[in-house]
């Protein structure tokens, strides 16, 4: 007779950050050929907490709850006068989840909960700068939201016998909260607002199988049926079949095909729709759940010596697609729909992980991001530019490439970031194009290369594991356009900035 009192594990994190640099910069001195560091500082407070209970070798129960707090002055041009905008976010969660391992199947039933708020206070002096077209009058803004989401999670997998798999499972939440959006013009008086409750659900139920007849050939299918309730926009459903077929000739190589139709809903507290307006009451566009056709093919190829390498292409057909928009003259962002999207795309990637303390990484990304209007939802955005344009997160050209050095406690990593550049700002004109190998230098910053370090050091101090380490980001100090003015403001890239950290871990 034997019995199992079950093993506990703990592990509590925790940390304080001040940092003068808390977003992009977005001011350029060109007389000091410097990125200058306005009004942009800040400090985060966070914290986290796992704890896990293993009362048998089927069973483990795990519990994790995180918290933090972000509070930082708003960097923006002080050419626009505003100088003294504050937000502070607050955000955390709790997920509880039991999974349980059968002789044939496994089943996992977990539930969470997340809160958060977020204020935002434009300064006394604030000039006025955000207009809701067509109306030209300037407002100021302001933000008072927060918000609770509770749900749950089931899954149930059945493995009857080598190469078959059935899965099925939902995933239900339910969005509570309040919203208190405010505007005012340079007298002080009252503009578009709303107060109101936030009131949405989502629940999704999925089912899905693998089959694989031999070793060198494995079928995934599955469907799953969405229905997104938010403010404004009511009941949105889809139904989303998905395929994946897979082709393994060899340990060495694996060839894939996949189609999968998306359903992506907006989040129930990031809606900011106005229901009434200065423009004889008109109402906002609701923004609704973006919706995808979205195709893939790919290879990869093992090599001796712990070398992968990986090629493939896709691509993506929106209608509609959902892209962010800052509220100018604020650091809130909304989201808004663009009637239809196009996304295009290779990628090529190569991991080199050889046996020793040193391995590699580098992704080269070809992609064509573009759009074409009526853009809806949000804050009535300002009428999109005729025709099709590439999407503000657009970049032809993308490269990264990484090297680690990790042995008895000790690390070290350097990443170089190449960007082609995004957009800035410009209309599209007669030499703009849709293909893939379209540059579109017209509409484009200049390119940008970015070399980024790290190190850090592990070691035990009886029974805790103290972790210093230090980051140096764009260590050659480059000045460089992050992108121009579109659906949120212009964007300088961040200057050589170094950030030391401790961690502490039982």
Same mark, same amino acid.
């Given at each position: ?19 003068d640099m808390r ?54 041009d002080s050419a ?153 926009? !009511?009941?949105?459903?889809? $139904? *989303?079949?998905?395929? #994946?077929? =897979? ?5 060495? %190589? +694996? ?50 010596? !712990?070398?992968?390498?990986? $090629? *493939?292409?896709?691509? #993506?057909? =929106? ?5 962010? %928009? +800052? ?7 909304t989201s808004v ?40 939802? !949000? ?128």
């Amino acid at each position: 007779m034997s019995t199992n009192a079950g093993k506990w594990g703990l592990f509590f994190s925790g940390a304080t950050q001040t940092t003068d640099m808390r977003r992009e910069p977005v001011v350029f001195d060109t007389a000091r050929n410097a990125v200058e560091n306005f009004h942009n500082h800040g400090s985060d407070l966070f914290g986290f907490a796992k704890v896990q209970y293993v009362p048998s070798d089927r069973n483990v129960v795990n519990l994790d709850l995180n918290r933090s707090r972000t509070r930082f002055a708003v960097p923006f041009d002080s050419a626009e006068g505003i100088i003294d905008d504050h937000q502070q976010d607050v955000n955390g969660f709790a997920n509880l989840g039991w999974r349980h391992r059968g002789s044939l199947s496994e089943l996992f039933a977990g539930a969470f909960f997340r809160d958060g708020s977020l204020s935002y206070a434009p300064g006394v002096t604030d000039q006025p700068s955000f207009v809701f077209f067509p109306d030209t009058t300037p407002y100021n803004v302001s933000e008072d939201r927060n918000f609770h989401t509770i749900g749950m999670k089931l899954d149930y997998t059945l493995r009857p016998h080598h190469g078959l798999e059935f899965k099925a499972g939902t995933l239900a939440s339910l969005t509570r909260g309040h919203e208190d959006f405010a505007t005012s013009d340079s007298a002080g008086n009252a503009g578009p607002a709303s107060n109101s409750d936030l009131n949405g659900s989502d629940v999704g139920v999925y089912a899905q199988t693998a089959i694989a007849p031999s070793d060198r050939w494995e079928l995934r299918t599955g469907v799953r049926f969405d229905n997104h309730n938010a403010p404004f926009a !009511g009941n949105q459903n889809q $139904l *989303s079949p998905r395929v #994946k077929l =897979s082709f393994l000739p060899d340990p060495a %190589n +694996t060839f894939w095909v996949y189609y999968a139709r998306l359903f992506l809903p907006t989040n129930v507290e990031d809606l900011r729709a106005i229901t009434s307006v200065a423009q004889g009451g008109v109402a906002a566009a609701p923004t609704l759940p973006e919706r995808d056709h979205f195709f893939e093919a790919g290879y990869v190829h093992r090599f001796p010596l !712990g070398v992968v390498t990986k $090629l *493939s292409a896709y691509h #993506k057909r =929106s209608s509609p697609g959902i892209d962010d %928009n +800052t509220v100018p003259g604020s650091a809130i962002v909304t989201s808004v729909n663009i009637a239809q999207v196009r996304i295009t795309g290779l990628e090529a990637v190569v991991e080199v992980r050889p046996s020793g303390p040193v391995s590699g990484y580098m992704n080269l990304a070809l992609n064509h991001a573009y759009g074409r209007g009526p853009i809806t939802g !949000g804050f009535f955005p300002a009428e999109a530019p005729p025709g099709y344009f590439d999407l503000d997160h657009d970049q032809r050209l993308s490269g990264l490439g990484s090297v680690v050095y990790s042995r008895r406690g000790l690390y070290l990593s350097a990443t170089g970031v190449y960007g082609s550049g995004l957009t800035n700002g410009n209309d599209p004109d007669s030499t703009y194009g849709t293909g893939l190998f379209d540059f579109n230098k017209s509409i484009k910053v200049d390119p940008s290369f970015i070399l980024n370090a790290s190190a850090g050091y592990a070691l035990a101090v009886g029974s805790v594991v103290v972790r210093p380490q230090v980051y140096v980001e764009n260590v050659l100090d480059h000045k460089y356009l992050l992108k121009g003015a579109f659906f949120s403001g212009a964007s300088v890239g961040r200057p050589r900035s170094v950030q030391l950290r401790v961690n502490i871990g039982a």
